[in-house]
């Protein structure tokens, strides 16, 4: 079943009308809740962008106005290559091979 990645936050900071650094959020999903509800996962990712990195000194975007951003941009901005890792790590974990769960014994006699 496919992953279906959803920008679910796009929170933009303005200084002189130009966006310099915005706050993004993505869910990720992937199976049917309703359909297959032990094999649906969802996990939501949250990253702030500058449009200038302050350490690295690396450009991540040119600050314009916040109405000229498109959906197709927001998204470029997210870091969605690490997500998809986590993501599908997470999937793996918990969907495809879950920790075994020990199995409780309520017949247990406590010996005298």
């Known amino acids: 079943m496919a992953i ?3 920008l679910t936050t796009a929170v933009p900071y303005n200084l002189n009308s130009k966006v310099q650094q915005w706050d993004l959020g993505m869910t990720y999903n992937q199976g049917s809740k309703s359909a297959s509800p032990s094999t649906y996962y969802e ?3 949250r990253e702030t962008i500058p ?3 302050p350490v690295s000194g690396d ?3 040119t600050p314009k106005a916040e109405g000229s951003w498109t959906l197709a ?3 470029a ?3 969605t290559s690490t997500w998809d890792d986590v993501f599908a790590s ?3 974990s918990v969907i495809t ?3 075994d769960d020990p199995v409780p014994d309520p017949s247990y006699v406590i010996p005298e």
């Open 73 to 75: 941009e927001l998204t």
């Open 4 to 6: 279906t990645k959803t």
């Open 77 to 79: 901005l997210c870091p």
């Open 97 to 99: 091979n879950p920790p």
């Open 43 to 45: 996990s939501s990712f």
């Open 59 to 61: 450009i991540n975007f």
């Open 51 to 53: 449009a200038t990195d």
């Open 90 to 92: 997470q999937y793996d």
